[in-house]
């Protein structure tokens, strides 16, 4: 199995998935720039940073699950990068 992380503000993902590697972070953007930053450290997006219709500010928690790439990836490069200027619109 691959080497995945959840990346998460949300406190119930942190006690119920004890098993998987979770980063647990501060609150939504810490998330997002979290996320950014593995995404340099070549690392790709598993999870839509973006939950269907809910806009980033009408739920204070999200996770996302990440994997390594051998390179760069671009599209979750751009995928976050996005999410975060949708982030920033409603702050």
Known sequence: ???LVIITNNP???EKFE???IDFVDNLSDVYNKSRDLVHQNWKLISHPLAGS???AQN???SIIMAPAKK???YSLNT?????QK???FN
């Open 1 to 3: 199995m691959k080497e």
């Open 12 to 14: 119930k993902i942190k």
């Open 19 to 21: 098993e998987l590697k």
């Open 54 to 56: 809910v806009k980033p």
């Open 60 to 62: 204070p928690y999200r």
């Open 72 to 74: 760069l990836d671009f």
């Open 80 to 84: 976050i990068e996005n999410a975060i």
């Open 87 to 89: 982030l920033n619109q």
